[in-house]
DNA sequence: ATTATTTGACCTGA
DNA sequence: TCAGGTCAAATAAT
């Protein structure tokens, strides 16, 4: 274990390095500013490639219009519908600069039902593979502000290259089973969770990337159904889950 | 200080 | 002209 994390804090040293050269990649107001033919508001005109669409329709969580699907998203507009009560939210990827990568997703409460949100995915992530959405779905499922303070070690995955990710993917997998064995000899013991095939339902159900492959999907992830990821039994599984995480990545600053 | 959100202006296509 | 989508300055949050 001690080596592997050695390992991806290399990883993640190499990363940094590279981001920060990319950042250079960022918009720089100075110079669309200075750019006449840049007047104002410059417009890509270039049409969206892929209708990549998944519709979902999750839980609001508390206080964020913002549906936890496992990505960073940063809200860059809002609009209001004629015929429609809610705005729609416009949320793109948070690598967008950084990595390039191309996502967007639009936010819409529900109208018939104002605990849901319509969630339409625009392009998928480039951002990270489909490893990722196994690793950091793990890490969706735990409240927000929790979320917030697992780590790096999932970047590091993010950014991997392919080579890499298959291995990783192994690794992550090989983590989950270990967590989960864990979790058998000092937590509880539940049929549900010991059924894999649940698991990885569970997991591919909060997937917008994994389940986007196939041309327009329609997804419907009802707010009363979703609650199985708040389930007591599946609220303490994850928050050991994410102790033993928390441990390790702490582990790993040392 | 840095990062994220809000929101009015703007662009493009129908 | 309008609807839908995006930009970016101002503001808020961290």
Redesign the pocket.
Known sequence: MRLIYGILRSYENSIVMMSLDQKTLK?S?ET??MDPS????????E??TSEKVKICVGREQEG???LDDSF????????D????KNP?????C?HRFTRGCLA?K?VQKSDADSSCYEVKY?ESHTCNGNLLSTTKHSISLFKEEERNRVPKLHHVREQSEDHVKSEELMLSLDDLENKKEIFKTFSFSNPETENTTGWKNLMENFSPTTTSESGITNELIYASSASVANSPTEDSCFSSLKNILDLSYDWSLM
Not at 81 to 84: A, D, E, K, Q, V
């Open positions: 918009r107001p669309k500013r840049n007047n104002k508001k410059r417009r890509t005109s049409k969206k964020t219009s913002q960073c998203w940063r809200k860059y507009g809002q609009k519908f004629h015929g429609s729609r939210g416009y949320y793109r948070t967007v639009q625009l």
